[in-house]
């Protein structure tokens, strides 16, 4: 589905910029090389960026944006 016509952009997009660490709406198009235009995307957006995070487990919220979990020790 397209959430941003302006800027052509799906939320596969939106999803994948999230899941590569935009925690903000100006995250999300920066990631995706976009310029908010008319802003009705801007809601959809920040509710998409709460219900991602909503969704991840406490460790992956926890750690840096962008960094992978560490190896377990054994």
């Known amino acids: 589905?397209?959430?941003c016509l302006c800027n052509a952009f799906t939320?596969?997009?939106?999803?994948r910029a999230i899941d590569t660490g935009a925690h903000t709406v100006?995250?999300?198009?920066k990631t995706l090389q976009a310029v908010p235009?008319?802003?009705k995307c801007k809601d959809m957006i920040r509710e998409m960026i709460t219900d991602r995070h909503a969704l991840q487990s406490p460790a992956?919220?926890?750690r840096p944006f962008g960094l992978p979990a560490e190896p377990a020790i054994a």
């Open 11 to 15: 939320d596969r997009d939106v999803n």
């Open 60 to 62: 992956e919220a926890a």
């Open 37 to 39: 235009q008319c802003g």
């Open 26 to 29: 100006g995250q999300v198009y």
């Open 1 to 3: 589905m397209y959430v």
